[in-house]
């Protein structure tokens, strides 16, 4: 059985900082790709970084870019999301996804899908 079990988010005060958490089981970690969603109330869900396991090439949304940091350890099958600079615009659910895709993922497509952890940004 494929599980994603994100962890990590919570309430901040705009400029902090999280970490979320993805732990990963049931698959090859190795040879998939690790995606972070978001979607915040009322817009559509939406790709905001994604890592190849394979060779660590890595994808950011401009609207994080240089703000958050994805990154994977394969020997715990565990990815994980840097969010700093936080703003208000930044509060959403936020999902650990995984397809044997990077391109996939910058596109908006996955395969497994974790249930979620809500970033709040308070201002």
Do not use: H
């Amino acid at each position: 059985e494929v599980k994603l079990v994100e962890s990590g988010g919570g309430l901040v005060q705009a400029g902090g900082s999280l970490r979320l958490s993805c732990a990963a089981s049931g698959f090859t970690f190795d040879d998939y790709a690790m995606g972070w969603f978001r979607q915040a109330p009322g817009k559509e869900r939406e790709p905001v970084a994604a890592i190849s396991n394979r060779d660590g090439r890595t994808y950011y949304a401009e609207s994080v870019s240089g703000r958050f940091t994805i990154s994977s350890d394969n020997a715990k099958s565990m990815s994980y999301l840097q969010i700093g600079s936080l703003e208000p615009e930044d509060t959403a659910v936020y999902f650990c996804v995984a397809d044997a895709g990077l391109w996939n993922l910058r596109i908006g497509i996955g395969t497994f899908w974790g249930q979620g952890t809500q970033v709040t940004v308070s201002s």
